[in-house]
């Protein structure tokens, strides 16, 4: 085997508040509280029923989307008993910016269409009761899919018009090594862990490790890769230009009952060295699919581009 991949679909949703207003919560975990409660709402059939004890847990979008059990059939995960969620989302909103409209970018990962009503339908029902403390009500103005639109406003959607799914391939080559210089951007907290505690540091190794692992479970839940070779660290590779510090950000937990703190690192740095077919891809899945821990709340936002010989020489 050469290469493992998986489909992906993405979409941008559209949001107009009906004021200006100011984030004073970190944007996407507002988004993430109104799209679990309304489609637990809007899709769950027995509600008194915990995810894990229901018939239907391979079947509900709330449990697919946000539970994601696994099966003891599925041993090649033995050990944890949920899997990765198939679905990252992001927006360009930082933590106390003002705004009146902003684009909300989401990512669906494995062959999930059927899942995509279900969450546009949800965040729907959540503009009645608004957004934020001050329930500020909102519509979603327009839905679009790799360029094409699919809704124009307010309860229509069309995916007919929609073409194939993207696929991400990973190459599994790891026997050539290739110079490379990678400016690389933590837009939202990256949480990295590394036995059992959060790093607060930044080490090339275990940076592509928790990638690695990340899409270890994406291929093997939503591809056809049960397994992917592991990330040795490479005496070549290093960080420099370190523009990166811890911020901590706050949650109210449902499940626990309180407040807890999602903190992780943000800003850019430089990644060099000599990188394998494998590690390039494993760096560019972040882009699209994020790192770390909690992407299912907007964090670990990756953005990379390559740097230029022109750029190196003018340091």
Not at 71 to 88: C, I, Q, T, W, Y
Not at 126 to 143: A, C, F, H, K, Q
Not at 149 to 175: E, H, N, P, R, Y
Not at 216 to 236: I, N
């Amino acid at each position: 085997m050469e290469s493992v991949g998986f489909v992906y679909r993405q979409f941008t949703l559209h949001f107009e508040l009906a004021r200006e207003t100011v984030f004073d919560v970190f944007p996407t975990f507002v988004i993430r509280s109104i799209l679990g409660k309304e489609l637990r709402s809007l899709a769950c059939i027995f509600k008194g029923r915990q995810c894990d004890e229901c018939g239907l847990v391979k079947h509900c979008p709330v449990s697919i989307l946000f539970e994601t059990p696994l099966s003891k059939d599925e041993a090649f995960m033995r050990g944890l008993n949920r899997g990765a969620h198939p679905f990252v989302f992001w927006t360009e909103v930082g933590l106390g910016q003002k705004v009146r409209s902003f684009p909300l970018f989401l990512t669906i990962i494995g062959c999930l269409d059927e899942a995509f009503p279900f969450i546009y339908g949800a965040l729907l029902r959540g503009s009645r009761g608004g957004i934020l403390r001050e329930r500020i009500p909102y519509e979603i103005v327009g839905v679009e899919s790799d360029g094409v639109v699919i809704g124009t406003k307010m309860d229509t959607l069309d995916m007919k018009t929609l073409s194939g799914a993207k696929c991400f391939t990973l190459s599994l080559q790891q026997d050539v090594r290739r110079y490379r210089q990678y400016r690389i951007v933590l837009s939202t907290p990256l949480r990295l862990k590394h036995e059992g505690r959060y790093m607060n540091r930044l080490d090339p190794g275990a940076f592509l490790a928790s990638i690695q692992r990340r899409l270890w479970q994406l291929s093997a839940l939503y591809g056809e890769a049960k397994t992917l070779p592991r990330v040795e660290s490479h005496p070549s590779w290093q960080i420099r230009d370190i523009n990166v510090r811890w911020q901590d950000l706050s949650h109210y937990s449902a499940r626990q009952k309180r407040l807890i703190k999602l903190g992780g690192l943000v800003g850019d740095f430089v990644l060099e060295g000599e990188f394998s077919p494998y590690e390039e891809g494993l760096l560019e899945a972040a882009t699209l699919f994020h790192a770390g821990k909690n992407v299912a709340f907007g964090l670990g936002r990756v953005e990379m581009r390559e740097k230029t010989l022109a750029e190196e020489e003018g340091r």
